[in-house]
């Protein structure tokens, strides 16, 4: 609901912090679809943050990781639809140069 109350004032820009964390999967995969329409539909600049690395790679055409409160990684939409989650964690792990320290954000 909240979602629909957002984009209704039609907004410039769309800030989604974790929306989907609290929802069980099924909740979860129904919000995705209709925030990707409502974005579609709407023509909105969308900032999406997220430690789900499957979203990450499943939605929006960019995807900015962020370290210790700096940018590590700027993949466009033509190199992140071949990523895999073990591929990003790896990029991540390459350019951090540490292990990725939560499970939370491995899992759908």
């Known amino acids: 609901m909240s979602l629909l109350m957002a984009t209704i004032a039609e907004p410039r820009l769309l800030l989604l912090d974790e929306h989907t964390a609290a929802l069980d999967p099924k909740v979860a995969a129904a ?3 209709l925030t990707d329409r409502l974005v579609t ?3 909105l600049t969308t900032l999406m943050v997220t430690h789900n690395m499957e979203l990450a790679l499943r939605h929006g055409n960019r995807l900015i990781m962020m370290h210790a409160g700096r940018v590590i990684l700027d993949v466009d939409a033509a190199e992140k639809k071949d990523l895999t989650v073990p591929q990003l964690v790896q ?5 951090a140069g540490e292990a ?3 499970d939370r954000a491995l899992l759908d």
């Open 31 to 33: 919000t995705m679809e």
């Open 41 to 43: 539909a709407k023509g």
């Open 91 to 95: 990029k991540f792990h390459d350019v």
């Open 100 to 102: 990725f320290a939560t």
